[in-house]
């Protein structure tokens, strides 16, 4: 980065458009992972757009299922979704899932988003999350999960098209001819991560984010116990609020937040 004040410099954004920008590697994701905090936020009256970076087509356990048919499902699931929580906008990048790669092509397509709606917050996967492995002795019954190489990837992309991508002028200069200039985010938000700091209070929303993951038909067995899981997960972050942050709330969804701009 340059000297800002230098004559000729191009001035950086820092007023938002929209209040968020959800960014997921595969459909459901942002739904399990903040779907509670973006239907709180809209209907406080703020706009939220939410992205998938891949497109989703290896979320089956059909071999023989045609990739596009997949693709167009999930597609209309996750709009269903966001109608149920009312998120504004959903934007699809139609990367391949399973093989997304931290590349110019994926950062690029990060960074004209961001400069697109030109968010105040993102939101998004802590790619420094490799694994989830609660001990076997204390917790028997619990298995680890490791986390998908999609999720790590998406983090990493958007880490790098925060900065310098999305605020760097001489980045990606052909976007300014689109009129898509340099934003400031002000506040990265990492979901599943293990150094949590933020809890947001979703008891007035969690039947909207059970909806909105029933919504994804095609990943989740109907006679599952998926909506009795997502309530034990999002009390179990409030207990957590509450041991950690003094909280009191009934359901909650948790963060790592970073803050990445101080208005004067």
Same mark, same amino acid.
């Given at each position: 980065?340059?000297?800002?004040?230098?004559?000729?410099?191009?001035?950086?954004? /820092?007023? %938002?458009?929209?209040?968020?920008?959800?960014?997921?590697?595969?459909?459901?994701?942002?739904?399990?992972?903040?779907?509670?905090?973006?239907?709180?936020?809209?209907?406080?009256?703020?706009?939220?757009?939410?992205?998938?970076?891949?497109?989703?087509?290896?979320? %089956?356990?059909?071999?023989?299922?045609?990739? /596009?048919?997949?693709?167009? /499902?999930?597609?209309?699931?996750?709009?269903?979704?966001?109608?149920?929580?009312?998120?504004? %906008?959903?934007?699809?990048?139609?990367?391949?899932?399973?093989?997304?790669?931290?590349?110019? %092509?994926?950062?690029?397509?990060?960074?004209?988003?961001?400069?697109?709606?030109?968010?105040?917050?993102?939101?998004?996967?802590?790619?420094?999350?490799?694994?989830?492995?609660?001990?076997?002795?204390?917790?028997?019954?619990?298995?680890?999960?490791?986390?998908?190489?999609?999720?790590?990837?998406?983090?990493?992309?958007?880490?790098?098209?925060?900065?310098?991508?999305?605020?760097?002028?001489?980045?990606?200069?052909?976007?300014?001819?689109?009129?898509?200039?340099?934003?400031?985010?002000?506040?990265?938000?990492?979901?599943?991560?293990?150094?949590?700091? /933020?809890?947001?209070?979703?008891?007035?929303?969690?039947?909207?984010?059970?909806?909105?993951?029933?919504?994804?038909?095609?990943?989740?067995?109907?006679?599952?116990?998926?909506?009795?899981?997502?309530?034990?997960?999002?009390?179990?972050?409030?207990?957590?609020?509450?041991?950690?942050?003094?909280?009191?709330?009934?359901?909650?969804?948790?963060?790592?937040?970073?803050?990445?701009?101080?208005?004067?």
């Amino acid at each position: 980065m340059g000297n800002r004040n230098a004559p000729g410099a191009m001035e950086v954004n /820092t007023i %938002s458009d929209y209040e968020a920008m959800v960014i997921g590697a595969h459909p459901d994701d942002t739904d399990i992972s903040s779907a509670g905090t973006s239907a709180l936020w809209a209907q406080q009256g703020k706009k939220i757009v939410w992205v998938c970076m891949t497109d989703g087509t290896e979320g %089956s356990e059909i071999p023989h299922l045609a990739d /596009t048919d997949l693709m167009l /499902t999930r597609e209309q699931e996750q709009r269903m979704a966001c109608d149920t929580l009312g998120v504004q %906008s959903v934007e699809f990048l139609r990367f391949p899932d399973g093989a997304l790669v931290n590349n110019q %092509s994926t950062r690029k397509a990060v960074v004209r988003l961001i400069r697109k709606y030109r968010p105040r917050i993102v939101i998004t996967h802590d790619p420094t999350t490799h694994l989830y492995a609660p001990d076997p002795d204390e917790a028997p019954k619990q298995r680890a999960y490791l986390n998908h190489p999609d999720h790590r990837a998406t983090g990493q992309i958007v880490f790098d098209a925060l900065f310098p991508g999305a605020v760097n002028p001489r980045a990606y200069r052909d976007l300014l001819v689109e009129e898509l200039y340099p934003h400031q985010v002000h506040e990265l938000y990492l979901f599943f991560s293990d150094q949590e700091n /933020t809890f947001i209070d979703i008891s007035e929303t969690i039947a909207l984010k059970v909806k909105s993951i029933q919504c994804h038909v095609s990943q989740l067995d109907p006679e599952g116990e998926w909506p009795e899981w997502i309530k034990e997960r999002a009390a179990a972050k409030a207990k957590e609020a509450k041991e950690k942050k003094g909280l009191t709330m009934q359901y909650a969804e948790a963060f790592r937040r970073i803050k990445l701009h101080a208005p004067n």
